[in-house]
């Protein structure tokens, strides 16, 4: 089962007889970030995967590759987490939206296990990194970067697509289809929460050292962290939306995270317990 199942039976088994009557208000695909609010009024974004997206320059080609625009109001959110290991990429993601919006309903409710909840904290300074470990970062997120940079010591990014990286951080450049070794070989492991929605994230947890420093940070891992705890993940990053319809307009009209951390979607820190 994948961390995405595992998290879905966790969700349903948590909410019980709510969980089935829980539809979707309102489903939004933006350029970076895609949101979903629930009926009962929790929210959860997920990535929006632009580059996956097959022949998304023509319309007819992609039409079936959405949820039906007609019908996704309304919706049972069951039925949209049907598609969490699609290789659909925009449904992938409104999936996981959907699985980040349950999950924090079992938050809300108060139904956590063995771990604690830090808001208004950044992941990034939670991670351990002291200089003299190496450190694999999987994706090219900026904070992590400008850190990194700052730091020196030994460390790599791997990115599928080398145009997102500066000049003074190609050196430090690992293709994604060459990566298991530096994965291997790291101490610490910094992995974007991308990895969810292209459902790379089990191959890469399968090749990290039992005693590496992992953390899974950005908007999209923001689920109950249980399955990736259970995967060697001490770390996890994500947000907690508290402003679902101003942020869903943010992402309409083409918003970034630079537009909703903070004052639309706190960021929010999950430790695995000792």
Sequence with gaps: MTILEETARLVKGKLA??????TVERLVIGVFFSGL?????????????????????CCPSSAGRIFNPFKIKGMPAAEVLTALNSNEPIKAAAAIAALNALSAVCWEHGLTDDYR????????????????????LIGAFVPVL??????????WV????????????????VPADQSRQTIAAADVLIITGVTLVNHTLEPILEAARPDAEIAVIGPTASLLPDALFKRGVRVMGGVRVQKPDELLDV??????????FDRLAPRMVIERPS
């Design 17 to 22: 007889a709510e969980y089935e009557a829980i």
């Design 37 to 57: 609010k629930l009926s009962n009024g929790c929210a959860g974004l997920s990535y929006t995967p632009v580059k996956d997206v097959p022949e998304a320059v």
């Design 117 to 136: 909840i830090q808001m208004d904290t950044d992941a990034v300074d939670v991670v351990r990194m002291p200089a003299d470990r190496s450190v694999a």
């Design 146 to 155: 400008r850190k990194l940079k700052a730091r020196g010591g030994r460390w």
């Design 158 to 173: 791997i990115e599928q697509d080398p145009r997102t990286l500066k000049s003074d951080e190609l050196a430090h450049f």
């Design 251 to 260: 992402l309409a009209a083409g918003g970034s995270g630079y537009h909703f």
